[in-house]
């Protein structure tokens, strides 16, 4: 079936100090990839809809200056949240899309644990 | 845009128990709708997919279905083992529910 690599599984860093996450389709190709954040105890909510070769889409109050999203090749997305703060401790989740499917299923990293201090 | 809830928010049953988890969608011109299950402190997995045009999709002991006009997809999983305990998540257009936790008792 389809994989979905995150790196890294988890990251401490400081407050001010940028981080970058990357997602990988490690099997298929991936022409639209999403970003998902999720709080202790809630649910997953969409961050940004990442498509290969194109600017991403940010949900409705997510600061697309903090949270640079690039997209270059139809394997790799990456994430990188800018000049991090506590509140931006979170677990980070990524999915894909394969390309090559009729059906729309999305294929989940295992997610990104983030720890500002 | 499409809003997604979860009922109930937690759920503590027998082993063997057959059961049904709810999750209800706002925008009846849904796209898909996709189940998940999660334990605690990973990632998500994913059990079912239910495309606009089909109304149920059955793996093993877990069938979900789906009902445009009303609004509704339920999840029945049949005959409960304790590795079913996770939280359920479902997911109508990329917008996600708060999920069920489902406990199942030896």
């Known amino acids: 079936g389809a994989v979905v690599s995150q790196h890294p599984s988890w990251v401490i860093c400081k407050s001010g100090t940028s981080v970058k996450i990357e997602c990988r389709s490690l099997d298929f190709q991936a022409t639209t990839m999403f970003w998902y954040r999720q709080f202790p105890k809630q649910s997953l909510m969409l961050m940004a809809t990442s498509n290969e070769g194109s600017k991403a889409t940010y949900e409705q109050g997510v600061e697309k200056d903090k949270f640079l999203i690039n997209h270059a090749s139809l394997t790799l997305s990456t994430l990188t949240v800018t000049s991090a703060h506590p509140e931006d401790s979170s677990f980070y989740i990524c999915?894909?899309?394969?390309?090559?499917?009729?059906?729309?299923?999305?294929?989940f990293g295992p997610g990104t644990r983030l720890t500002v201090t | 845009k499409q809003e997604v809830t979860q009922i109930p928010a937690a759920l503590s049953v027998p082993e063997g128990e057959n059961l049904v988890l709810n999750c209800s969608f706002t925008d009846s011109a849904i796209y898909n709708l996709q189940w998940f299950r999660q334990d605690p402190g990973k990632g998500l997995t994913s059990l079912l997919l239910?495309?606009?045009?089909?109304r149920e999709q059955t793996s093993g002991r877990l069938n979900a279905s789906l009902d445009k006009s009303s609004g509704r997809s339920t999840l029945y999983i049949a005959a409960s083992q304790p590795g079913d305990s996770a939280t359920y998540l479902c997911a109508g257009d990329m917008r996600f529910g708060a999920g069920t936790r489902l406990t199942v008792k030896p």
């Open positions: 239910i495309q606009s045009s089909q």
């Open positions: 999915s894909a899309r394969d390309g090559s499917e009729a059906t729309d299923e999305q294929y």
